[in-house]
Every structure is written in C-alpha cells, then in structure tokens.
C-alpha cells in the first residue's frame, strides 16, 4: 500500500458514503485510477464491503460502553459494536430497553469477562424517527453507499429532502456507513481515545477523527493516522489536554 491507498481508506472510514469521483477530485486523481485502486483494495481483500452501524438511540434503546480484558469475547444480539485493541482489551456498544436491562447485560458480561475496565454511560436523548427517516434507513441497511438520486427513486421522494435527512442523522451520530477494512493486511493505525474533556480533546484531533462517542462532555474519539510515528504525534496532542485520557489502538472492529 502507498500513501494513496491510505487516503482513500480514510476518506472511506471518514464518511463511508463518500463517492468515488469525490475522492478522486481530493486526491488529484482521474476517476479511472481512483477506481482502479479502489477495486484492487477489494480485490486484495483490504476492503470487504460496508455496513451501515445504527445508534441504539434511534431505535428507542439505551446505550453504555464498557471495556474488558480480551481474555474472552462475547458475541450478542445486543452488542451495537466492538473494537478490538492491542492493549488486552475489547471496548463494546451496549444496548438495552432500560436501565435495569443494561445492568442485566452488564452483570452478565462481567461474570463472563471479569470486572470491566472501562465503563462510559453517556447522557442520551432517545430520538424519534420521521416515517422519512426510518424507510431511508431501511434502505441504507441493504444498500449503505446508495446514492441519494437512486433512494429518492426507490422512496419517490426528492434527492434534497434525502440528503437533508441523511445529514442530520448523521450529524446526530445516529448513523454511520462503515467501510469494513482488513486491518491486518494494511499498516495504518486505528486509535480509540476516552476522555473526559471531549470538547477540547476534538479540536486537537480535528485532523485525524473518524468517528466519536460522546454525549459532549466525555467520551470515547477513534482516530486514523497513516503510519505509527503520526499516531504518537496525534496522541501526544491529546495528552497535553487531557494527561489521564486512555489510549488504544485497535487492531480490528466490528458494527452491527
């Protein structure tokens, strides 16, 4: 992989429906060899595909995020997300119908897993989808990189009111298309930092963010950089602002 490979695997973990003449244009590249590259990513299985990842507060659900040992893992129906890190632990996205049901889950994991090492709670507001937004979604679940012509087609609605919709949820951290990459078979650097001065903490990683966590106050910031020494000046940026801020660098994820 050279540098350009890199980009486009960020751009793409940035914002999962970004289009391929968009990165090309970024890159100062023809569309030809934009996709080019982008199917030889897929064809050397670096990228297997994309998902799209629904915030549990869009469907009426409670979330927390809780971090074990990786001696073990566990696989459930309500695990929204799992990050895989070097540094022996799993960070999961919980969910559940209630309070009560969260400590259940919790209690159970922790008997599997041993006491968590980490544990966010974010405050949350549960959101209440238009009739727009769920059959846009439902859409997005099949096909997450659809163009917004083609859903407008599909739902017989315009493509500015489909963008307006998508952009929103997305601002809202509601949704998010993720490109599903072979960590292993490329040497970029995927971090997760958990701070409680979020606000500040994303200024300094403005730069390198893919995607954050947070009720705005606190939280949890996954971050790119393109080899190890980028990495460690990103993190060094954070620790200058937050001193007790947990780093991890993730070796794999997964979104349901």
């Avoid at 793409?12 to 996709?35: C, E, F, H, M, V």
């Avoid at 994309?50 to 893992?73: E, T, V």
């Avoid at 949820?169 to 509601?174: F, I, M």
Wanted: positive net charge; contains cysteine.
């Amino acid at each position: 992989m050279d540098i350009i490979d890199k980009r486009i695997l960020f751009y793409l973990l940035k914002d999962g429906r970004i289009s391929q003449r968009r990165i090309a244009s970024l890159l100062n590249l023809t569309p030809a060899s934009l996709n080019y590259r982008f199917k030889k990513l897929i064809d050397s299985g670096i990228l297997k595909g994309f998902k799209l990842y629904i915030n549990p507060n869009f469907q009426g659900k409670y979330q927390i995020f809780i971090a074990y040992k990786n001696y073990n893992d566990i696989n459930a129906d309500w695990i929204s997300f799992k990050l895989k890190c070097l540094e022996w632990l799993n960070v999961y996205g919980i969910y559940a119908s209630n309070n009560d049901e969260l400590k259940d889950k919790i209690n159970y994991m922790t008997k599997e897993l041993g006491e968590p090492v980490l544990s966010y709670y974010p405050i949350q507001t549960l959101f209440k989808p238009s009739n727009i937004d769920q059959k846009i979604v439902e859409v997005l679940k099949i096909y997450p990189r659809l163009p917004s012509s083609e859903i407008s087609k599909k739902l017989n609605l315009s493509s500015k009111i489909i963008e307006k919709h998508i952009r929103y949820l997305r601002h809202r951290g509601l949704i998010l298309i993720v490109p599903e990459i072979d960590l292993g078979k490329t040497d970029i650097v995927i971090f997760s930092i958990f701070s409680k001065n979020i606000e500040e903490i994303s200024i300094a990683l403005q730069e390198c963010k893919l995607w954050q966590f947070t009720d705005g106050y606190a939280g949890i910031t996954v971050c790119y950089a393109d080899n190890m020494e980028r990495a460690r000046k990103y993190i060094n940026a954070a620790r200058q602002i937050d001193k007790n801020a947990d780093v991890m660098i993730i070796y794999d994820y997964q979104f349901k």
